[in-house]
């Protein structure tokens, strides 16, 4: 069969549900096609339900500190309440319903399946081709990379959606990867009760961020019982019946449950790329400022390469809504895109690295601070550990780039976003008044320190 359309959305992730619901609304005749759950990873196996992992262990944490500040206090930790929370309020037993019913709602078309795109303007899903007129917006995201190491393809691995259905956390699991999708996980299942033993292959764990950033979380992590391994060559994995054993260099690991975090991936030859022009083996498509790979085709999310985020996503979305739409505004800037590792301490990042910075041959200033020596850090005390790093352009007097870690390092990243973002001069930000005693006023003694 084939039906013109006005615009075809293929998967539909937080950015594609947006703008096919938006799209739909303005009164076009739009298609959104979904493999698995409208929505995409992020609210029924990603973003959604571990950050409810994460305020379940991050009570248990504080809990636990209760001896250090305030008499005595038990804990029992019981995971069943987290489960029951992600099936039941998350993600409603894994079921879109809600979402297919809003985005038709709107006027939108609904169609189950796999699709691919066959031309500029041509896409094929169960028996029909799709000729859409106006747009093809492409937001497959993507899938967990699975390493190609001896043994593990063949035994019963989890990847983040094994993990987030769980129903109990186990006796022991070994994570193989250090990034944030394997820290938040490790740090979760560690704080019910797992023991819990990272493999990083790099030289150090969230290799992406600041260096200093890692040594502290590894630090943090290992004290809480985790066993981290950092440079870690995962040789071998077996499954015995009951037990994974992951062979190391230096010796066998051995878990209940073995969790993959290695990175993740789209197949841009299932999808059909090479139809527009794009390299099918490519690691990403690579849209121009306004979202489009070709006429007529614009792709959005995971699948760029421009940060792995929900709210990448989201921003993308909206540019190629406005422009299919006929109503440009500005295009697509990434220099202050906000990154949170959701760890206890977190991990917020903004914009270059010190590393990165330098490579581009800045004239880098950076100024750190420790947030245990700040009024509030000390007030915190138990669980105060964290800093404030700032990558300063000494000749354009602004903002490169920023890390914040701490108990609500996220939150204090904010601040720092608008800085990088909107190149708020340097000078401006050190004759600002910082509210006492806050975790953001560090930043504040981080801009003194700039050498
Ligand atoms: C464990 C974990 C935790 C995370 N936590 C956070 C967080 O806290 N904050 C944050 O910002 N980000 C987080 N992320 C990342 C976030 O989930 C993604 O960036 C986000 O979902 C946006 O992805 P996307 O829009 O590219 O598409 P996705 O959400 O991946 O959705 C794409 C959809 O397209 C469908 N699809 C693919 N190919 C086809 C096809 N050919 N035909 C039809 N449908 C297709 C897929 O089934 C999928 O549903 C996390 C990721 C993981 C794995």
Redesign the pocket.
């Known amino acids: 069969m084939a039906e013109d359309v006005d615009v075809v959305v293929?998967?539909?992730?937080?950015?594609?549900e947006a703008l096919a619901g938006e799209l739909a609304e303005a009164g076009l005749s739009v298609v959104g096609?979904?493999?698995?759950?409208?929505?995409?990873?992020?609210p029924y196996?990603?973003?959604v339900p571990?950050?409810m992992m994460i305020r379940a262990a991050d009570a248990l944490a504080e809990a636990r500190r209760v001896p250090e500040l305030a008499g005595q206090a038990r804990v029992d930790p019981d995971f069943t309440p987290v489960a029951a929370r992600i099936r039941g309020e998350a993600t409603n037993n894994w079921n879109d319903q809600a979402a297919v019913d809003r985005f038709t709602g709107k006027g939108g078309r609904f169609v189950r399946?796999?699709?691919?795109i066959t031309g500029p303007r041509t896409v094929a899903?169960n028996d029909t081709v799709f000729t859409a007129c106006r747009a093809v917006v492409l937001?497959?995201?993507?899938e967990?990379v699975i390493p190609p190491i001896p043994g593990l393809a063949d035994t019963p691995y989890w990847t983040?959606r094994d993990a987030?259905v769980a129903t109990e956390a186990p006796e022991s699991l070994v994570v193989i990867g250090g990034g944030?999708?394997g820290l938040?996980?490790a740090q979760v299942f560690a704080r019910f009760g797992s023991q819990v033993t990272v493999l990083e292959a790099a030289p150090r764990l969230l290799s992406s961020e600041e260096p200093e950033a890692s040594d502290l979380l590894a630090q943090v992590l290992r004290a809480d019982g985790l066993d981290v391994r950092i440079a870690a060559e995962v040789r071998t994995v077996d499954y015995s019946g009951d037990a994974f054993t992951v062979e190391l260099a230096d010796g066998p690991v051995r878990a209940h449950r073995l969790l993959v975090a290695t990175g993740?991936r789209t197949d841009l030859k299932?999808?059909g790329v090479d139809a527009v022009g794009c390299d099918a083996g490519a690691r990403f498509l690579e849209p121009d400022e306004r979202m489009r790979i070709a006429d007529g085709v614009y792709a959005?999310?995971?699948?760029t390469g421009k940060g792995?985020?929900?709210?990448?996503?989201m921003y993308q979305g909206a540019i190629a809504t406005r422009e299919i739409l006929g109503r440009p505004g500005p295009g697509a800037d990434y220099h202050a895109v906000p990154r949170?590792t959701?760890t206890d301490p977190e991990v917020g990042a903004v914009g270059l690295t010190e590393a990165q910075a330098r490579e581009h041959g800045l004239a880098v200033l950076v100024g750190f601070t420790e947030l245990p020596s700040s009024a509030r850090g000390w007030i915190h005390k138990v669980g105060n550990r964290g800093f404030i790093k700032l990558v300063h352009d000494a000749e354009r007097g602004v903002l490169l780039g920023a890390t914040s870690v701490g108990p609500t390092g996220g939150e204090v990243l904010s601040a720092l976003v608008v800085a990088v973002h909107a190149r708020v001069p340097t000078d401006t930000l050190k004759q600002m008044i910082y509210a006492y005693p806050t975790f953001h006023r560090a930043i504040e003694d981080a801009l003194t320190h700039l050498r």
């Open positions: 293929i998967g539909m992730g937080p950015g594609g096609i979904e493999a698995r759950l409208v929505g995409g990873e992020c196996y990603a973003c571990t950050k399946g796999r699709a691919r899903v937001n497959p995201g993507t967990p983040n987030v944030a999708v938040e996980l993740r299932a999808l959005i999310g995971d699948v792995a985020f929900t709210h990448v996503s949170v959701f």
